[in-house]
């Protein structure tokens, strides 16, 4: 393998996870939105679409999306007095009850 193809490897691995990243912080951006709207249905779609990656997912990207999507979207449910039992589907939901759980345990 040239040092050209294995560098554009390894840039694609870094981009990808960078891209993960970006892509969950711009749904939970876009979810939140939703939700300042009022908006739930549309809410509930990228919420889905979030439940989705995380599904799908491996334990690094179940990982992101727990510490970015979950916690972001959760954080401002919680700060805007949102029903999050209502708004999140069952996965994530029990992502935020075990970061709940881990910070009373502080």
Not at 58 to 72: G, H, P
Request: hydrophobic share 35%; net charge positive; charged share 25%.
């Amino acid at each position: 393998m040239s040092y050209q193809h294995q560098h554009t490897r390894k840039g694609r691995q870094a981009i990808g996870i960078h891209n993960v990243s970006h892509i969950l912080t711009r749904l939970a951006d876009i979810t939140r939105s939703c939700l300042r709207e009022r908006n739930m249905e549309k809410a509930a779609y990228y919420l889905s679409m979030a439940e989705d990656i995380y599904k799908k997912g491996n334990a690094y990207t179940r990982n992101l999306v727990a510490n970015i999507f979950v916690f972001s979207v959760s954080a401002y449910c919680e700060i805007c007095r949102l029903n999050i039992r209502k708004a999140f589907p069952e996965s994530l939901l029990k992502e935020y009850r075990k970061q709940v759980s881990a910070a009373s345990g502080l």
